[in-house]
T-cell receptor, first 116, second 115 residues
């Protein structure tokens, strides 16, 4: 079974600064996908960024980038130039490539507050 | 395309009552998932459908829970004889089976409070 660990329950960052959210996971699979989802207060969860485990290159989406370390089973999210709208819960999630159901296994999440 | 819709947004019920939630996925999506999110936790998988077929149920889905997707479009999740431990956010998500590894589109959830 897969597990996803987000050990930091809360973080705070000043607007326009950079923040890194940590995530580690455990799996015996070789091929899989990793995701970061954002859940703003009382709003739906949206996909921030996705990484394919077989790709060495770290994924980037505008101000969001990841540091994927496959051997260390680490998948951190870096948010550059933080904005007030980045305030949300952030969930790290894992999906097996080979699984027919393609269910997501989530971490507990981290609450990010961006201060003006 | 209005995304994934869930109804109601909030539900307060007395212990022992039955409740039913509805999810309307994105119209062309053939896969539909239900997750449960309790306070301070990440979402946990409950069940999923491909078209109208329910293909997997988590052990979290006790016999008091039943889910349907009768025509492969909307889905309902019913909880019978609710318990306080059922209080949670129930999330629905949908996707296309051939692009599932790109992640899902989630709805805003139904928050259930059992008093």
């Amino acid at each position: 079974a897969q597990t996803v660990t987000q050990s930091q329950p809360e973080m705070s960052v000043q607007e326009a600064e950079t923040v890194t959210l940590s995530c580690t996971y455990d799996t015996s699979e070789n091929n899989y996908y990793l995701f970061w989802y954002k859940q703003p207060p009382s709003r739906q969860m949206i996909l921030v960024i996705r990484q394919e485990a077989y790709k060495q290159q770290n994924a980037t989406e505008n101000r969001f980038s990841v540091n994927f370390q496959k051997a260390a089973k680490s998948f951190s999210l870096k948010i550059s130039d933080s904005q007030l709208g980045d305030t949300a819960m952030y969930f790290c999630a894992f999906m097996k490539q080979s699984g027919a159901n393609s269910k997501l296994t989530f971490g507990k999440g981290i609450t990010l507050s961006v201060r003006p | 395309d209005t995304g994934v819709s869930q109804d109601p947004r909030h539900k307060i019920t007395k212990r022992g009552q039955n409740v039913t939630f509805r999810c309307d996925p994105i119209s062309e999506h053939n896969r539909l998932y239900w997750y449960r999110q309790t306070l301070g936790q990440g979402p946990e998988f409950l069940t999923y459908f491909q078209n109208e077929a329910q293909l997997e149920k988590s052990r979290l889905l006790s016999d008091r829970f039943s889910a349907e997707r009768p025509k492969g479009s909307f889905s309902t999740l019913e909880i019978q004889r609710t318990e306080q431990g059922d209080s949670a956010m129930y999330l629905c998500a949908s996707t296309l089976s051939y692009s599932v590894d790109y992640g899902y589109t989630f709805g805003s959830g139904t928050r259930l409070t059992v008093v």
